[in-house]
């Protein structure tokens, strides 16, 4: 048998990190700037948190979830998103007994059981912002600005925010039925899913991207005509906010987001082509004040978002920013260190320890033993000095250093060797 990745999955290789990197230190410094702390938690969790948290009527739960019965019998599902495991650790670590709200961060690996397509992937990363314990609309727009900036600070240009409010269980209800009895009327229009989803979840039918169905929900009621006043006075501070930010969203009615949790705000980050078409989510989010109730907490109301790593990752490689990033590599080693000889080899592992507590750059070849060959490794990698660190070297304990445009060379004492080299790096700088 040929071993390979399965299917929907995927190495992050070396050249990969280039922008994996990118992305999560971007995602780190807009977190950590709101003050966001990060939060990691198990790929495994009881399969309930989600089956009640993100909804059992869900795609996710329903048709992709990887579920499985442990050896001692605990139905467990490999985490298919991180909000109500968010939420799941908030209420077991009595979080709510901190000062309010409580800001985290994540990123990490997720598991959906889907088709296997372009930015879709059955293993893949999601990064995210939640802020729980508190329901003033400047979190909703604070976290569609830190959503935003990341996409900036990454250089996507041509993006668009989405926003709607799918109202609460005040409003939600009431809706729901205008909406069912204006699909009933049009049910033989609509795709098989939708028709099935008119039963279960109709608000889910105003998402779908079948031709047909698009066209029958164009003169669809709209939830923010028929939204609760509480929903509507939130929905419209959430608006003023984004106006003063001059963040530049669109209201798309139609907006509901797949999953069960979201109450009020919901949003996404959308990248365009060049001609204005949407070409896929980037990000998506919105207010879920009702799930902490659902997974057995006390009130509290929340806000967040997830993106994902795979999808901006590839936007990245695919377009020019590739080279800006390619460009950023980590500083690169000016010094190599060649050795010569068993008693060289090890000195010579120490005196690396050396530079890298002193947060020097070096590259070595250890494992070759030939001089020449390592001479030819320095030349390729453009260093710019070698220290030669041969078997009388290292039994006297000096180093020689070697300038490799000029060819000249020079003994230095060995517990000199960083110090002169920071020297010369630094006078490299100026
Ligand atoms: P969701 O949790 O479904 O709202 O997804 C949030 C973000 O995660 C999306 O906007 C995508 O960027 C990303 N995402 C969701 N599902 C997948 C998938 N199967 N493969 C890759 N990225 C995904």
Not at 126 to 154: C, P, R, W
Request: glycine content about 8%.
């Amino acid at each position: 048998m040929k071993y390979q990745t399965l299917s929907g999955v995927h190495d992050i290789l070396p050249e990969d990190f280039v922008y994996f990197n990118k992305v999560q230190k971007t995602v780190e410094s807009v977190a950590k700037y709101h003050g966001f702390s990060r939060i990691e938690t198990p790929v495994l969790e009881f399969a309930e948190v989600f089956s009640k948290g993100t909804g059992s009527g869900t795609d996710i739960v329903e048709k992709e979830m990887y579920t499985f019965r442990t050896k001692g019998g605990d139905l467990v599902a490999l985490r298919p998103e991180y909000t109500p495991v968010i939420m799941r650790s908030y209420i077991e670590h009595g979080m709510h007994n901190q000062p309010q709200p409580i800001k985290l961060w994540y990123l990490g690996p997720c598991f959906r059981h889907e088709r296997p397509q372009a930015g879709r992937y059955r293993q893949f990363n999601q990064f995210g912002f939640e802020v729980l314990g508190e329901q003033n609309a400047s979190l909703d727009s604070q976290i569609i600005q830190m959503s935003y900036d990341v996409m900036k600070e990454l250089g996507f240009k041509n993006i668009s925010i989405e926003v709607n409010s799918i109202g609460d269980s005040e409003c939600r209800p009431y809706f729901k039925k205008i909406l069912i009895s204006y699909f009933k009327s049009r049910r033989a229009a609509l795709c098989p899913d939708c028709q099935r989803r008119l039963k279960e979840n109709p608000l889910r039918i105003l998402d779908c991207k079948e031709e047909k169905c698009q066209r029958v929900k164009a003169g669809a009621p709209q939830i923010i005509d028929h939204l609760c006043e509480n929903c509507h006075a939130h929905f419209k501070d959430v608006l003023e906010f984004l106006d003063e930010l001059e963040l530049p969203y669109t209201l798309n009615p139609y907006l509901v987001r797949g999953l069960d949790y979201y109450t009020k705000t919901v949003f996404e980050i959308i990248e365009n082509s060049e001609d204005g078409k949407a070409q896929g989510t980037l990000m998506g989010g919105g207010r879920y004040d009702g799930l902490s109730k659902i997974l057995g907490g006390r009130d509290t109301p929340a806000c967040g978002v997830a993106g994902g790593m795979e999808r901006i990752i590839n936007l990245l490689g695919s377009r020019e920013d590739k080279a800006v990033v390619k460009s950023k590599k980590p500083e690169e080693a000016k010094i190599f260190l060649a050795q010569l000889g068993q008693m060289a080899k090890r000195k010579g592992m120490k005196l690396f320890e050396e530079f890298r507590a002193a947060k020097i750059p070096v590259a070595e070849s250890f494992s070759k033993d030939s001089l020449k060959a390592q001479l030819r490794s320095a030349d390729k990698m453009g260093a710019k000095w070698v220290l030669i660190f041969g078997q009388k070297e290292a039994l006297e304990d000096f180093i020689t250093l070697r300038d490799m445009e000029t060819g000249t060379q020079k003994e230095i004492k060995l517990d000199k060797v960083v110090e002169e080299m920071k020297e010369k790096i630094k006078s490299l700088k100026n």
